[in-house]
Structure formats: structure tokens, C-alpha cells
């Protein structure tokens, strides 16, 4: 069922490697601030060290783990609401964008430490540690494929939209260090070069098919989660009255199936079926011959409601195809609720 798919943000559902990236590198960075502080010296980012004592395994220890427990903690929130990345493409595809990304980010770190000297004088001896490139890197295919729609407006001027908390996030994010701005800049233009069809980096730095097979029957059992049952499909929202507001949908949702099942049987019971050619001729019914008796001529037919973009790609992202969007859409009168109800009940 696309319900299914859809409310599978509510936890770690087809996405494991999201889920140890957030569970792994945040509980070691809990112990090292709480129980393992003389480990912490193993895990800074100092580029004094690399480039003096070539110490290079801290590009790889000091760009996993975050010191900084603000960090560590709006990393993972933007790690989870980035999750819907894997899902989409798939973990193999997910880590060779990562992976991508960290390997461009740690070049990319040297050089803007070494422009910085040159240009504004200043000396930049660490950096904050953790998988910060990577998180900033995932900000580039948020912004040129995740559809932005408006959830509502505050004082009549500024729009709240679905991708909103993820760059309040990312500020937050942003301004927590001195020098993070550095990682930031790196992780951005990383993401762009990975992202970018000239370049061809992606087929460069992608991890091999082997490698995924090994940790798909390793790793994945361990942090894959089951997915969610029809129980908790609704989730939770923050305050009491989104709660109420979630479960005032659901029931009008239920209301609204039971009312159309309900008409299908009275109509089976009458010898016929509810006339949704009618309304949908093109969607279920391309192929049938009977319909192609009763299509109406071009002479009658109307011409074709605009459709809004936005929508569309709202029933995409639930899983539905561009065609069945746009029918449902355009029979329901660009009626975001109908077509959706109409499309699951199909």
C-alpha cells in the first residue's frame, strides 16, 4: 500500500544506513564527552597535525565522530529528515553519495583553511570534528529535488513551508563553532560536484557492488527496522492540538473510505458498479473494450484543468505515478485530498 510507504518516516523503515549513521556515531560521541574524555584527543579534527606530523588517519577519526554534543545532536536530526534519501535511491546509491561527498569535503577543507590564510590571514590550526561534510553535502539534492510546499504563512508574509525545520536545522547547525562555516562551504560545493553530470564524479567514487552485498547481509539486519503497522500510521505531533488535527484527518480519511465502499456495494447490489469511469476514465480503465464503446466524443469532452506542479509532485513523493497524478488531479478539480483518496482506494 503507498499509505504504507508514506508514513514510513516514522522510523528507520528501508533506511539503515540513516539509522547507524544515527545511532553509532552519537552514542560514541555520548561516551567520549561523558566517560572517555582522554579518548577525545584521538578524535579532533587538527589539521596542524596533518600537515606537520602527516598524521592523515585524523581525516578519517577526526571526520566521523562530533565533540560537541550540539552538534552530535543536529547532525542526527538532519541525518534523520535526510533519510528519505536511501529510501528513494536505494543504500548503495545513498552511500556512494556519502562517500563521495566525505572524500571531496576533506579536499575541499584543506584548500578553504589554505585560502583563508592566504587571503584573510587567518591561521586555522582544527576544525570541528564529525561527519559534518557529508550532512551539508545532503543539502544540495534537498534543494533540487525535495518539492517545496507551503504548510502556512505567519503574519501574512513569510511562508512556513515542509522544508523549513530542516534549514532552521541547518543554521542551527551552521552557527554552532567558530570555523564550521569552513565544513559548511566544503560540504556544499562537495555535494554540487557530486551531483553535477559534467564532472562524472559519481562514477568515479561510488562504493563497488560487493562492498553493499557484504554490508546488506551484514549490517542491515542488525539496524534494518520492521515496518510500520497500520496502527501507527497517523504519528504524533508535537502539541495537543496537531495531535487533535491528526486524528481529526484520519477520521475524516476513515469516513471518507467507508462512504465510498458503502456506495460500491449498494451499486454491486443493483446489478452495476459505481460509475468512477465517469469521473476517471483514463486512469484503471485504458485497456478496456467496453469502456472505448461509451468514450465520449472529442466534440464534448472539455478541455483539461490546469494541474499544479506542486501537487504532482506531492503524489509522486507518495509514490504514485506522474500519469495517475495528473488524471486524478484533473478530475478532481485540482482537489489535493480527492485525487489521494481516490488513487489509495485504487
Not at 465517469?278 to 473494450?289: G, V, W, Y
Amino acid at each position: 500500500m503507498v499509505f504504507k510507504r508514506f508514513y514510513t518516516g516514522l522510523n528507520g523503515y528501508k533506511a539503515p544506513l540513516s539509522k547507524s549513521l544515527l545511532l553509532v556515531p552519537s552514542a560514541i560521541s555520548i561516551l567520549l564527552t561523558l566517560l572517555f574524555q582522554h579518548y577525545q584527543k584521538f578524535f579532533a579534527y587538527n589539521l596542524q597535525a596533518i600537515k606537520e606530523d602527516f598524521q592523515i588517519w585524523r581525516l578519517v577519526c577526526g571526520r566521523v565522530i562530533c565533540l560537541d554534543l550540539k552538534d552530535t545532536f543536529c547532525s542526527s536530526l538532519l541525518i534523520y529528515n535526510f533519510r528519505i534519501f536511501e529510501r528513494r535511491y536505494g543504500s548503495r546509491k545513498f552511500s556512494s553519495f556519502l562517500l563521495g561527498a566525505w572524500t571531496l569535503s576533506a579536499l575541499f577543507d584543506l584548500l578553504l583553511v589554505e585560502a583563508a590564510q592566504y587571503v584573510f590571514g587567518i591561521t586555522i590550526n582544527s576544525l570541528p570534528s564529525g561527519f559534518l561534510g557529508p550532512v551539508f553535502a545532503l543539502f544540495v539534492p534537498f534543494y533540487c529535488s525535495i518539492p517545496r510546499v507551503q504548510v502556512t504563512q505567519v503574519l501574512g508574509f513569510f511562508s512556513i513551508t515542509n522544508k523549513t525545520l530542516v534549514y532552521i536545522l541547518g543554521l542551527q547547525l551552521l552557527t554552532s563553532g567558530s570555523y564550521i562555516w569552513i565544513l559548511a562551504l566544503s560540504g556544499l560545493i562537495s555535494g554540487i560536484c557530486y551531483n553535477s553530470s559534467i564532472l562524472k564524479v559519481h562514477r568515479i567514487l561510488c562504493v563497488p557492488s560487493w562492498v553493499a552485498k557484504i554490508f546488506s547481509w551484514t549490517l542491515e539486519p542488525i539496524f534494518s527496522s520492521a515496518e510500520p503497522t497500520n496502527e501507527i500510521r497517523v504519528g504524533m505531533g508535537a502539541t495537543v492540538d496537531i495531535q487533535r488535527q491528526q486524528r481529526m484527518e484520519l477520521l475524516d480519511r476513515q469516513i471518507m473510505m467507508s462512504q465510498v465502499a458503502q456506495m460500491r456495494r449498494q451499486r454491486q447490489q443493483q446489478g452495476g458498479m459505481i460509475n468512477w469511469n465517469r469521473l476517471f476514465p483514463p486512469l484503471r480503465h485504458r485497456h478496456n473494450e467496453n469502456y472505448q464503446d461509451h468514450h465520449p466524443s472529442d466534440q464534448d469532452t472539455p478541455p483539461p484543468t490546469e494541474v499544479s506542479e506542486e501537487q504532482v509532485a506531492r503524489l509522486m513523493e507518495m509514490g504514485f505515478s506522474r500519469g495517475d497524478a495528473l488524471e486524478a488531479l484533473r478530475a478532481s478539480n485540482n482537489d489535493l485530498n480527492v485525487a489521494t483518496n481516490f488513487l489509495l482506494q485504487h
